[in-house]
């Protein structure tokens, strides 16, 4: 009897610690899949970053924005990190912008110095908190912003006018035309198609007047040389109806 009751106690302390062994198991395995399955990334989704308008024109200002898009455990806070490479290769410093919490996305308003190409790099870390599973990097997203020279403006832009009759004249320029606004470049005026229908001509006080020769159509063009890295070179065509 001694003997039955001890065997029965002894499967009893068995069972017991197999179902421990089982228990700390499963909770090993849970841990590691929940682990897997939640790398730090996953709290983000992906990042959107853009800049208006590119190509941008040398020393205006140029908003660069980056946005979050959530993933299924969005970010919990954190800041965006802006860097810039300038076409000569030198790396300006990160300039560190807060998140929105509502919308979670950050801007940064650069102002291009030179015409080039400029590599943008934006990263986006999060930090600890609820909604986040843990600390870490979220996307980067990088983009190259093109940056041209400034145009110029002339004094005297070339004119829309009725049509000219043969053997008749026509201001289609005003006075002041023979230099342009920015750079001080003097501006040359050609015919560029039908030359045999009308001729061009500059006055001394600047203005530019068109004669009619024959009938038919021809167009007049407004050139300027451009300053190297400063102004973009200056053109305008407007055509004309000769009758």
Not at 60 to 83: C, K, Q, W
Not at 174 to 201: H, I, W
Not at 213 to 223: F, H, M, R, S
Request: proline residues 8%.
């Amino acid at each position: 009897m001694a003997m039955t009751v001890a065997s029965t106690r002894h499967k009893r302390v068995n069972k017991s610690i197999r179902l421990a062994l089982r228990t700390t198991i499963l909770m090993l395995i849970s841990a590691v899949v929940v682990g897997t399955l939640a790398p730090p990334a996953a709290a983000l989704g992906g990042m959107t970053l853009t800049a208006g308008p590119n190509p941008a024109v040398k020393g205006e200002l140029v908003i660069i924005t980056a946005e979050i898009i959530p993933g299924a455990a969005g970010p919990n806070g954190g800041v965006f990190e802006f860097s810039i490479e300038d076409p000569f290769g030198d790396n300006a410093d990160p300039v560190l912008v807060n998140a929105d919490p509502d919308d979670v996305y950050g801007s940064y308003t650069f102002q291009p110095m030179t015409p080039g190409a400029y590599q943008i790099v934006v990263k986006y870390t999060v930090s600890a908190g609820p909604g986040v599973l843990v600390p870490g990097s979220g996307p980067v997203k990088s983009m190259t912003l093109t940056v041209t020279a400034r145009p110029q403006q002339v004094y005297s832009e070339l004119m829309a006018v009725k049509p000219i009759k043969v053997g008749k004249t026509k201001v289609i320029a005003r006075a002041g035309a023979d230099q342009t606004a920015a750079a001080q470049q003097p501006v040359s005026f050609a015919v560029s198609t039908g030359a045999k229908r009308c001729a061009v001509r500059v006055r001394k006080n600047g203005s530019v007047i068109l004669k009619g020769l024959k009938p038919g159509k021809c167009a007049v063009q407004a050139t300027a040389p451009g300053v190297t890295g400063e102004w973009a070179p200056y053109l305008k065509q407007q055509s004309y109806k000769i009758r």
